[in-house]
């Protein structure tokens, strides 16, 4: 069924090294229009450097990645910088721009991609912070946010310029479970409204299980397995058994997995 | 032996590697320099926290320098009689030599450690990474319009300084030694050449781009958190002021060698 949907991104072969250490060493994985995945792993086994290579933030040794067909590697200067009006970003700390208030940040995306009319801004900047159910909180400045807060209105910026692909690192780190929960609920949300493509890397299973379709697993520079939710749950290979067990016994929100299951690939 | 090759070359090879992507960043600087938008805006902006924000110590040094050089100068030129030429000695030192010389190193130490402190908050909280995201090219955005505001302010700067510098010196000879005003004006001026003074300005000009391009790499580089940032805004302020002095050295002799 998943071959005959459209391929969206395209790792293959991807290797990187960084001086004497090989951290990704022949990673393959596709990812369809539509989906979410989620890729876990440890800390240090390479997630940021993977997703830094979709966003031709970092070059690979050898290996190639597509997007939309693109060879990002080939792309430079100006071409980059168009390519990434595809992407959006939510970062671990939520990265906004500490000088500007949250109106600001969140319409940082629409001006500088040469919105000039502000009622239109300020129309589409209350539906984003609508969406991440942060009202009326534009003159507001980030230092006057707590973490899970910075995140939404990240995510807020992120969505404002309509990006087809999402990536999320580590959303969920550094947030207590119910902050995380939201986090996790807006993803979901933005997942099933705009029928973005996501990526998300994290080393919170429970998150993972929430908010993707089917979840990889990186280990020692591989994807050693890739699978649904369930599959990931009843799979034996002694890596992933050990980097779900402990966790899965937290598994309380049905509503999650019930919304996982649903998805058709309706593009 | 191997040892001592090992501490020989570390540091060059390290010195390489700083002076190649000082290079690059330079390179792509002035890559984005005429790319659209111009962002207008924040040009002006830079150039109030570089120029205006700088206006009282830029002041206030170049007015005393400009007094000590006369107050020193009187007593050895007292010597054999050439007091009238105080004027002189003192607009040619400050128009070649100690305005643009002493504003770059003031401008190094509030602007250039004000942009790498900011840039470097920025690249440890990931805020470059977001921009980059966002389609918006981090150069063209953070260092672009910090390099335009720092090549205009600086020889805005030098000028005040001079003025600022003679008007000192001229209060001391006036009012302290009681020289003649008319013949210290006189001896300020006959004998300043355009060279003097141009050749000062365009130094200043090459400093303010030393002074963002060195402050912005080092923030733009930066790395290890709260500390890093601490480290990067010190060596921001240590290298400009060096290069200012290295460069000041060897355009004073490009200039004047013939």
């Known amino acids: 069924m998943q071959n005959s949907r459209k391929v969206k991104i395209q790792i293959r072969g991807l290797e990187k090294s960084f001086g004497e250490k090989k951290v990704l060493d022949g990673v393959d994985l596709d990812i369809y229009e539509g989906e979410s995945v989620a890729v876990i ?18 070059r690979p040794d050898n290996g190639m990645v597509t997007v939309d067909d693109i060879n990002v590697q080939d792309l430079s200067g100006y071409e980059l910088q168009e ?24 319409a940082f995306p629409l001006r500088e991609r040469g919105v000039r009319d502000e009622d239109q801004i300020r129309k589409r900047v209350d539906e984003m912070l609508n969406l991440v159910d942060m009202d009326n909180s534009g003159n507001l400045m980030p230092s006057d946010l707590s973490g899970g807060m910075r995140k939404r209105i990240g995510l807020a910026r992120a969505l404002a310029p309509e990006p087809n692909i999402m990536l999320y690192d580590e959303p969920t780190t550094g947030l207590d479970p119910v902050v995380g929960g939201v986090i996790d609920r807006l993803i979901v949300r933005t997942r099933d409204r705009f029928h973005v493509t996501s990526i998300t890397i994290t080393h919170d299973i429970r998150s993972a299980y929430r908010i993707a379709h089917r979840i990889a697993m990186l280990y020692n520079g591989k994807i050693i397995k890739i699978g649904t939710p369930e599959e990931m749950r009843s799979c034996s290979i002694p890596e992933v058994e050990e980097f779900v067990a402990d966790r899965t016994a937290h598994l309380e929100n049905n509503l999650f997995q019930a919304g996982n299951s649903g998805f058709k690939g309706g593009n | 032996m191997d040892k001592f090759l090992f501490y020989l070359g570390a540091p060059i090879l390290r010195f390489i590697n700083e002076a190649g992507r000082l290079a690059l960043l330079l390179i792509d600087t002035l890559k984005w320099l005429f790319r659209r938008p111009f962002r207008i805006a924040l040009v002006f902006k830079h150039m109030e926290e570089i120029g205006v924000r700088s206006l009282p110590v830029v002041m206030i040094t170049a007015t005393f320098t400009g007094g000590i050089l006369a107050l020193q100068s009187y007593s050895s030129f007292k010597r054999f009689n050439a007091e009238s030429l105080i004027g002189t000695m003192v607009a040619i030192a400050l128009c070649r030599e100690l305005a643009p010389v002493l504003t770059g190193l003031i401008v190094a130490g509030r602007v250039g450690s004000a942009m790498a402190a900011e840039l470097g908050t920025m690249r440890v909280t990931e805020q470059i990474d977001a921009l980059y ?3 918006v090219n981090p150069v063209h955005y953070l260092i672009v319009p910090r390099f335009i505001a720092a090549f205009i302010m ?3 700067l030098t000028m005040l300084a001079d003025g600022l510098g003679i008007g000192g010196g001229f209060l001391v000879s006036t009012q302290v030694y009681g020289l003649n005003p008319t013949v210290y004006i006189r001896a300020s001026f006959n004998y300043l050449e355009y060279e003097d003074v141009y050749s000062g300005l365009i130094k200043s000009a090459v400093f303010g781009l030393t002074i963002a391009l060195t402050g912005c790499y080092k923030g733009f580089y930066t790395s290890g958190g709260a500390e890093g940032v601490g480290k990067a805004t010190t060596s921001a302020v240590v290298i400009s002021m060096m290069l200012i002095l290295i460069i000041d050295y060897f355009m004073g002799a490009l200039f004047f060698s013939v």
Do not use: W
């Open chain 2, 133 to 135: 995201t966002l389609a």
């Open chain 2, 154 to 156: 600086m020889p805005i």
């Open chain 1, 41 to 58: 792993g440890a800390s240090g086994t390479g997630k940021s450097v993977l997703i830094k290579h979709v966003i031709g933030l970092l």
């Open chain 1, 83 to 106: 390519f990434m009006c595809r992407f959006g970003m939510l970062f671990q700390g939520g990265a906004l721009f500490d000088s500007m208030s949250v109106f600001d940040n969140v």
